[in-house]
Nanobody
Framework: QVQLVESGGGLVQPGGSLRLSCAAP????????MGWFRQAPGKEREGVAC????????YYADSVKGRFTVSRDNAKRMVYLHMNSLKPEDTAVYYC??????????????????????WGQGTPVTISS
């Protein structure tokens, strides 16, 4: 059973930065679009960013455009989410997942969430002073 492993979360002051990592052991990463999602307390899970199989297509949620950057290294089976200018409203548990139905992205992921699989345990991000 494949399971992705997220890491890199933590407590950061507003305006700070974090880099989240997603490891995909045992998964042929270069076949799938990969997504980052988040779920804040009391809210539904939402798509944050999606990156196509070769890094060529990227989509971001409006709330993170210009602040977050998604990247991937297929050789290392890793996906990353670089987060800058963090805000308290970015506080959430962040998850990565693989889109088993698409190799390219068509949205940040919220509307295709049922296409994503191999969800990890998530990594918590808290933005607070």
């Amino acid at each position: 059973q494949v399971q992705l492993v997220e890491s890199g979360g933590g407590l950061v002051q507003p305006g700070g930065s974090l880099r989240l990592s997603c490891a995909a052991p045992g998964l042929a990463l270069d076949s799938y679009a990969m997504g980052w999602f988040r779920q804040a307390p009391g809210k539904e899970r939402e798509g944050v960013a999606c990156i196509g199989y070769n890094g060529g297509s990227k989509y971001y949620a409006d709330s993170v455009k210009g602040r977050f950057t998604v990247s991937r290294d297929n050789a290392k089976r890793m996906v990353y989410l670089h987060m800058n200018s963090l805000k308290p409203e970015d506080t959430a548990v962040y998850y990565c997942a693989a889109n088993l139905m698409r190799s390219i992205c068509v949205s940040p992921g919220t509307t295709q969430m049922d296409e994503f699989h191999y969800w990890g345990q998530g990594t918590p991000v808290t933005i607070s002073s």
